[in-house]
């Protein structure tokens, strides 16, 4: 009878306190976005598969559950992330011709844990912009992903940039099929030189110079000037290496309080972003907080190739990483059954305040409220007074 408790691997039951810490994220999310212009959307939980992993590429894939659909026989995918969904939402439902700006909030399940401590179903807010080519909407989306981060109690954020495009400017003609391209992206993420030595000995010596300088190019402002000078002069990494510029010269301006990093060789999502991509660190937090960047492509498969770019972060991570707040200050009254005791405890819930009625024989048993007030009947009359 004990296996009838027990949840899968890596799934958890949240609990009262962080599951009231994941909710006011949730709404203290939503409610930022929507200063910003976002509309909220809710796609559902499955999908055709085709359509949950277009152009997301071979990652998202493993990522995602998949069962067979009873009424129709198609396979479906149980989401594993909520972007296609939403490029779809624009695409095909809404059809606008100008700017959309959409959020979201809700669970994504993945077949593994993406870390030793991770969960497989984290709770997924994110935000996209699609018809907009421009830095602006790049930058629109950075400040949307530190104002959440910041919000929510996250300290000493560190932005890690990159951009796409440079690694595809530097392999730009080579022949490589997609096995050896999967391979060397990877070793460059992970930062592998023997591994990308050995992917690269059949390159020509120019380009495995430079994908062996990659390796190097990480840390602050200075990288950029570096990767100018020791990678190849070709148009799209000069274009590449001038955006990251733009954009963390707006983010530094804006959020002086924020570390600016660079790391060209991180290519994590590289069938994904077509453009410049970050990631949002913060202090005692083990993993990024947040993830985006531009994924101009992810539209065509439902008709329409509009620029986009979004982010996405785990609100169950961030609860976890994020400071941890008092707890919320609650009044205790009595359980009775007077008219003025039922009206005084209805009037102060009216008024948004937190009343816990102590049952009869639960007096003494704890909660996650900070009980700093109890409701007493003094001449007849029920009021308030400090414990």
């Known amino acids: 009878m004990s296996s009838a408790w027990l949840l899968p691997e890596y799934i958890a039951d949240v609990l009262p306190s962080e599951a009231r810490r994941i909710e006011e994220l949730r709404r203290q999310c939503l409610d930022l976005a929507r200063t910003y212009g976002f509309e909220l959307v809710m796609p559902p939980m499955l999908e055709h598969l085709e359509s949950l992993l277009s152009g997301t590429g071979r990652e998202l894939d493993l990522k995602t559950f998949k069962l067979v659909d009873q009424l129709s026989g198609r396979t479906l995918g149980l989401r594993a992330d909520t972007t296609p969904q939403v490029a779809r939402i624009d ?113 020509p010596s120019a380009t495995r110079e430079a994908l062996l300088a990659l390796l190097d190019l990480y840390g602050g402002a200075e990288v950029l000037d570096e990767a100018a000078r020791v990678l190849p002069d070709r148009p799209a990494l000069k274009a590449a290496l001038a955006d990251l510029r733009w954009i963390s010269g707006h983010v530094a301006q804006a959020y002086p309080d924020v570390c600016l990093g660079f790391d060209l060789s991180d290519m994590s999502g590289y069938a994904y972003y077509s453009g410049v991509r970050f990631a949002v660190y913060a202090q005692g937090a083990a993993n990024a907080l947040a993830r985006g960047g531009r994924y101009d492509e992810v539209g065509a498969i439902f008709g329409r190739n509009r620029p986009a770019v979004g982010f996405s972060l785990d609100l169950k991570d961030l609860g976890s990483s994020a400071a941890v707040p008092p707890a919320r200050a609650a009044i205790t009254a009595p359980w009775g059954e007077a008219a003025g005791l039922r009206a005084a405890v209805r009037e102060l819930r009216a008024r948004g305040e937190t009343v816990l009625c102590i049952l009869p024989g639960h007096e003494h048993e704890a909660q996650e409220f900070d009980c700093d007030r109890e409701l007493v009947e003094v001449n007849g009359q029920w009021l308030l007074r400090s414990r």
């Open 91 to 203: 695409a095909h439902l809404l059809n606008r011709q100008g700017v959309t700006r959409l959020c979201y909030c809700g669970p994504v399940l993945h077949t593994k844990p993406q870390g030793s401590h991770a969960t497989r179903e984290p709770l997924q807010f994110g935000a996209e912009i699609f018809g907009h080519a421009g830095l602006e909407a790049d930058l629109e989306i950075q400040e949307l992903a530190v104002g959440a981060l910041q919000a929510a109690g996250a300290k000493a954020l560190t932005i890690d940039l990159g951009d796409a495009r440079i690694v595809r400017a530097v392999l730009a003609g080579l022949p490589l099929h997609a096995e050896a391209l999967t391979g060397l992206v990877s070793a460059l993420t992970t930062k592998d030189r023997s591994l990308v030595k050995e992917l690269s000995s059949a390159c």
